[in-house]
């Protein structure tokens, strides 16, 4: 799988090439997927600066531009957060939307076994060795635990944001919380022990909070219960 620079003569063919293996992908899947893919690659096509490896727009802004609600926007970018697609360099805050970057290797590998569909050049180019800078030292994974499926619940998109954005943690605490209830605006996980959801309270309970208020805003409290 080739990564390239974002930037210089070869930039454009990177570019055409994300785009693509994503699209190549999105048609082979449901209809849920190919029009998740269809906005992602639209908000890219209009918004994304290459250059800077950056998106920074408002969910207003993205709402008009998909036709939707903003609280559609919310959910579809917390779903592309839970892939991997896309990344936070820098959260919002008051006046100052969320910065995002792209994750190209994590679209290409779940693209991968679409590639064959396209043509036989574009599979050898894409097969190509990985390109790295030498003066950068690859970091090593977080973790090894398995990435939870991504279900329909806002846990379930959640968690997986979890896995990828908190992996020192995820394993030990997040992994084994199961959605127990809604009550309102309190999600309600369920620890396998008392230890374990008295932990999660006291010490995690706003990192979890924050990751699911970007997922549903109307959460206004997670409560762990064993």
């Excluded at 048609?27 to 190919?34: C, I, P, R, V």
């Excluded at 994590?106 to 097969?127: I, L």
């Excluded at 619940?153 to 127990?180: N, P, T």
Aim: charged share 30%; net charge positive.
């Amino acid at each position: 799988m080739i990564v390239k620079r974002h930037t210089g003569p070869q930039a454009s063919v990177m570019k055409y090439d994300f785009l693509t293996a994503l699209g190549a992908f999105a048609l082979a899947e449901g209809k849920a997927s190919q029009r998740m893919c269809l906005r992602f690659m639209t908000l890219i096509t209009a918004r994304y600066n290459w250059g800077r490896d950056s998106l920074q727009v408002g969910q207003r802004e993205i709402a008009r531009l998909w036709s939707v609600d903003e609280r559609t926007v919310k959910r579809e970018m917390a779903k592309l957060r839970a892939l991997g697609w896309l990344v936070v360099r820098r959260q919002g805050a008051r006046g100052r939307v969320t910065d995002y970057r792209l994750d190209i290797e994590a679209v290409m590998k779940a693209t991968k076994p679409q590639w064959q569909a396209v043509g036989p050049d574009f599979e050898a180019r894409m097969q190509t060795e990985k390109q790295l800078d030498p003066k950068v030292v690859p970091l090593q994974a977080k973790t090894t635990v398995e990435a939870p499926e991504i279900t329909a619940d806002e846990w379930g998109v959640a968690k997986a944001i979890l896995h990828r954005e908190h992996a020192s943690i995820y394993g030990a605490w997040i992994q084994a919380l199961l959605r127990e209830t809604r009550d309102g605006d309190v999600l309600k996980l369920k620890a396998p022990t008392a230890f374990h959801a008295t932990y999660v309270n006291q010490r995690l309970r706003k990192v979890i909070l924050d990751v699911c208020r970007s997922v549903d805003a109307e959460i206004r409290d997670v409560v762990a219960i064993s």
